[in-house]
Nanobody, 112 residues
Framework: QVQLVESGGGLVQPGGSLRLSCATS????????MAWYRQAPGKQRELVAR???????NYADSVKGRFTISRDNAKNTVYLQMTSLKPEDTAVYYC??????WGQGTQVTVSS
């Protein structure tokens, strides 16, 4: 059974940082691309960042230069380092794997 479990969300002030983690089990993590998506209230889910098995990355324009996606194949975990956070980054952040599975999401709230 494939499981993706996100953690690391929370409340942070504008300009702050958070690091999200997504631990996976039951899947061939090391041979698939991984991605982070987010969904804000009343908006569609959108791709935030993606990383391939070889470490190639791509980002949404809105987070370029502020967010960094990385992976640790030995730990079957993907990370999202978020810096210079803005109120518009507030959303539920989801982990997604190449097999089409989703995590349960973790809430990120950026507010003073």
């Amino acid at each position: 059974q494939v499981q993706l479990v996100e953690s690391g969300g929370g409340l942070v002030q504008p300009g702050g940082s958070l690091r999200l983690s997504c631990a996976t089990s039951g899947s061939t993590f090391s041979i698939g691309a991984m991605a982070w998506y987010r969904q804000a209230p009343g908006k569609q889910r959108e791709l935030v960042a993606r990383i391939t098995t070889t470490g190639s990355t791509n980002y949404a324009d809105s987070v370029k230069g502020r967010f960094t996606i990385s992976r640790d194949n030995a730990k079957n975990t993907v990370y999202l380092q978020m810096t210079s956070l803005k109120p518009e980054d507030t959303a539920v952040y989801y982990c997604h794997n190449s097999q089409g599975y989703w995590g349960q999401g973790t809430q990120v709230t950026v507010s003073s």
